[in-house]
């Protein structure tokens, strides 16, 4: 925790009842969820009766699971002991009243704008909350929590406040909030604890020994603004009720499903390391993660998803019940332990978060949006860098250019430039359409043609691909130019971008490719489009690297002896022939990019992996803008 920021005392005493080390939650024996086997709804009953005869005085519900059939199941089979035997934890937050379902991302949240304006969120938990009370046979909550809340139920005033009228009125004696469904919002969460830690007594968050990570950033925040954490997911996905093998098969509805290909067999070596430990004290694999976590800072609560595996094999969830029933009995574990099991169970940047992050640059969505400025500062106080703290390399929403991480933080970019070659022939007058170029403020280059003594080749480029739609239609709009005939064949228009290993990635993508196109000592250009065989994407990566080195050491030795730089452009989608690469070779002398063309044609991805190689284009510069 930052030494900067200083404890918040602890909060005054609440009535009702804290929840316990071990709590129940209504999503287990997958009748309300997909995790496994669907037992049922009375051995549900039975499995929540027994918990409550067996020790287990926590229990957890949400309105939304059934569309409130779970709060209705929970209500009756606690409907035969006193209420002030049990805590009663309860989750409100998605709209299925009024909103309508969303295929697997299940209910809008009712802080949906396409619901309700801010002034009526209040009126709506008022309502949620008693229709979940009345179908739970009871008056009160002991805790309520915000469920899988958006940005603004992380950040509304208006959410907040209408939470807090809740706790006046009795309906709930403790007020917190559940990320989720998917793992993250480790950000959000610490924002909320700073804006609204009056109101907040405890978080729900995804935490155990094999998921330490991003769980864990958000403690110091939970422990210096008093706010206790209740950790679901203990079980890690049914990891350590010991019945997943590699291999496993999930049906498509399981909610595991969601998660990483080749989780379970990644998970299963660092579950046996741990096994190792848990009979040492001795404990079972489920009671040594609850009571990992259990050490953890301002963890207080665990609730792990009892799962029903497939098969006459498999543990019956009676068993794993009685596991978490006796967690009582399972000691402690020594800090050196806890510190072990961590390092075991390591498993920082290996999936794509929710919640604010860097990798994601669209529209704010209910479970994902970009990382805002205020975020950015949270981030600061706490010591988070997002983009090593919170990065996933594999995110397939992260649409940035990389390069070389720095320090352990990646170097991430949104910003690159377009090039546009166009040619033309029919020019008797290229004077005349150098001063039309050069009046224009265009940055680019001018060629004149060497295999057409009527052509040009006019290239520009611009970070804003949108000037090539407007400022450069309208260049080659005007005389002179409009007096040409293009030569639609040589168009090129291309990207730059990086491949991860860029040391200085701003330059690579801004700066180099300006100084090599504009270079006034290399008068000389050949630009040619590429596109690969299919058979190249299948290799893998090692062998892919080995021909694209192979290919890069023949530039990178014509470049150190000066005889030519290239410009390097992905097309992509961009090219009307589906070309997926734009090369420009620039250098002093002709017969110098001759050579590496000859050169590159002998190595193996030219040989064997290219499938279409052209039109060349070969110019030689008569203006040249200067750089910007």
């Not at 929970?74 to 409100?92: E, F, N, Q, T, V």
């Not at 009228?165 to 709930?172: M, R």
């Amino acid at each position: 925790m930052p030494t900067q920021l200083k404890n918040i005392s602890q909060k005054t005493e609440i009535k009702g009842l804290e929840p316990g080390e071990a709590a129940f939650g209504i999503w287990s024996g997958g009748h309300f969820m997909n995790f496994g086997e669907d037992i049922g709804e009375l051995r549900l009953l039975r499995l929540i009766q027994r918990a409550y005869e067996s020790g287990i005085r926590t229990f957890m519900s949400a309105d939304v699971y059934g569309e409130g059939e779970a709060d209705k199941l929970m209500g009756k089979a606690l409907g035969g002991y006193p209420r002030s035997s049990y805590c009663l934890i309860g989750l409100i937050g998605h709209d299925f009243y009024k909103g309508k379902r969303q295929a697997e991302k299940g209910f809008p949240r009712f802080t949906d704008p396409n619901l309700r304006p801010e002034n009526e969120y209040a009126n709506f938990l008022a309502m949620a909350s008693g229709k979940s009370l009345e179908r739970l046979g009871t008056a009160y909550f002991d805790l309520l929590l915000l469920h899988n809340p958006d940005f603004t139920g992380y950040t509304g005033e208006a959410v907040w406040k209408g939470l807090e009228s809740l706790k006046k009125q009795g309906i709930t004696h403790r007020l917190g909030l559940a990320p989720g469904p998917a793992n993250g919002f480790a950000l959000d969460l610490i924002q909320c604890f700073e804006k609204f830690h009056d109101l907040i007594d405890w978080a729900m968050i995804i935490l155990n020994p094999l998921e330490p990570w991003p769980g864990m950033l958000s403690l110091p925040a939970a422990e210096k603004f008093a706010v206790k954490v209740i950790a679901r997911v203990v079980d890690s996905g049914g990891i350590f009720h010991g019945d997943l093998k590699p291999g496993h098969k999930l049906s498509r509805q399981d909610h595991r499903a969601f998660r990483p290909e080749g989780w379970i067999e990644t998970a299963l070596p660092k579950a046996e390391k741990m096994r190792e430990t848990a009979r040492e004290f001795p404990m079972t694999l489920l009671q040594l993660a609850s009571r990992w976590t259990l050490a953890q800072p301002a963890v207080d609560c665990v609730i792990p998803t009892l799962v029903q595996e497939a098969g006459p094999d498999a543990k019956p969830v009676e068993i794993e019940l009685e596991e978490l029933v006796k967690l009582s009995l399972a000691p402690p574990l020594p800090r050196d332990i806890v510190e072990a099991i961590t390092k075991i169970g390591d498993n920082r940047n290996s999936m794509s978060l929710k919640g604010a992050t860097t990798q994601y640059s669209g529209k704010p969505q209910a479970d994902q949006w970009p990382l805002t400025q205020e975020l950015s500062e949270v981030a600061r106080r706490w010591e988070i860098v997002p983009d090593r703290d919170l990065y996933y390399q594999g995110d397939s929403r992260d649409l940035r250019e990389t390069g070389q991480p720095k320090s352990g933080v990646i170097q991430a970019l949104d910003r690159r430039l377009y090039f546009q070659l166009q040619c033309f022939t029919g020019c008797r007058n290229v004077d005349s359409l150098a001063k039309t170029f050069q009046a224009s403020g265009l940055e680019g280059v001018l060629y004149a043609d060497v295999n057409d003594p009527y052509g040009v080749g006019a290239l520009i480029l611009s970070e804003n691909p949108e000037m090539f739609t407007r400022e450069v239609r309208k260049l080659f709009q005007q005389p002179p130019f409009e007096n040409l005939t293009p030569k639609a064949e040589l168009t090129m228009f291309g990207r730059t971008y990086a491949a991860g290993r860029e040391a200085a990635l701003e330059d690579w993508l801004l700066q180099k490719p300006r100084r090599t196109a504009l270079n006034p000592d290399w008068p000389w250009a050949i630009w040619y489009p590429l596109r690969r065989k299919p058979e190249f994407a299948l290799l893998s990566k090692a062998e892919q690297d080995k021909i694209l080195w192979e290919h890069a050491m023949i530039g990178r030795n014509f470049g150190q002896a000066g005889y030519a730089a290239d410009l390097r452009l992905a097309c992509y989608g961009l090219d009307a022939r589906d070309n997926e690469f734009v090369l420009g070779l620039v250098g002093p002398e002709l017969h110098y990019l001759s050579k590496l063309v000859e050169a590159m044609r002998k190595t193996q991805q030219t040989a064997r992996y290219m499938q279409s190689l052209g039109p060349f284009f070969v110019g030689n510069v008569y203006y040249q803008s200067p750089r910007k």
